[in-house]
């Protein structure tokens, strides 16, 4: 397990795939998720020679959990002195929900640096039906009790036909968040209410200049796609897709559809 202190914060991380290559492909958490959770995009990129940067934004599993709220711009910085550090001056971000958010702050705040952006389930602005959502998750965090909170989140992230044919998978991972030491849900917290007090990025994506693919489920509930279709509009050399029968969860519930969608755009902007 790796660790870096970055701007006071010590974050796990792991640097894998072909670590000689000048492209690199680093992938920014959805706000529940960890490392782990890109194991199916992982392994695509590094099976056509990409080298792969992962890791948990302070708040998340294994990176530590200083007092929140936070900033998006704080997660962004946090990022680039990682990336500095091992030597990634130039990268392709891909981002799921809380990590597209970051996607698109890192690409505002630091151009130079990004070749491409993918942003899966984003927002650049909040309304009040998406903030009543992340008031619950936060009440449930709040309680501590692993199987309730896990299944709090289920209806609001995945589509009903997923819960419907992975029960069991759902199970195990309900049982499996009951392992996570109780600082999680501290984090959790933090990370709930950075994104409520500081996700209002819409008037600065026109600073956006990389191709940006913008992808989103057509039966996400909790950021529907008018919030992708408002970030597909604001950035110039944007692409809109959006993959049918799915909710919040792309990365789960479509990952083949979503891979070729992100290898396909990559590697057309990739040397």
């Known amino acids: 397990m790796a660790y870096m202190t970055v701007n006071g914060v010590n974050i796990y991380y792991e640097l894998e795939g072909k670590k000689d290559t000048g492209e690199t492909v680093a992938f920014f958490n959805g706000v529940m998720a960890s ?5 199916s995009q992982r392994k695509l990129f590094e099976k ?8 948990d ?3 998340q599993l294994l990176s530590e959990k200083p007092a929140g709220p936070y900033s998006f711009a704080q997660h962004a910085l946090e990022a680039r002195l990682l990336m500095k550090e091992l030597g990634i001056e130039r990268v392709h971000i891909i981002g799921t929900s809380y990590g597209g958010e970051v996607a698109l702050r890192f690409a505002i705040d630091y151009p130079e640096m990004v070749v491409s952006i993918s942003v899966i389930d984003s927002v650049s602005e909040l309304d009040e039906v998406l903030k009543l959502f992340v008031r619950g998750w936060r009440e449930a965090a709040g ?5 309730k909170f896990f299944w709090s989140m289920v209806p609001t992230i995945y589509h009903s036909s997923f819960i419907s ?6 199970e195990e991972r ?3 968040l009951e392992k996570v030491p109780e600082d999680y849900y501290e984090g959790q917290i933090a990370l ?3 994104f409520v007090s500081d996700v209002h990025m819409t008037d600065d994506l026109c600073r956006i200049k990389a191709p940006t693919l913008v992808v989103c489920g057509e039966n ?3 950021k529907p796609r008018k919030f992708s279709k408002i970030i597909a509009d604001s950035i110039t050399r944007s692409e809109f897709t959006v993959i049918p029968d799915c909710g919040h969860v792309t990365i789960f519930e479509k990952p083949e559809v979503l891979n070729s969608l992100l290898l396909g755009f990559v590697m057309k902007h990739s040397n």
Request: without cysteine; charged residues 35%; aromatic residues 14%.
């Open 165 to 170: 044919e992975n029960k069991e998978m759902l």
């Open 143 to 147: 309680k501590k009790d692993a199987k």
């Open 192 to 194: 709930y209410d950075t």
């Open 35 to 39: 490392t782990s959770s890109w194991a």
């Open 57 to 59: 934004f302070k708040g």
């Open 174 to 176: 309900a049982r499996a």
């Open 220 to 222: 996400d509930i909790l």
């Open 48 to 55: 056509f020679g990409f080298k792969i940067l992962l890791h």
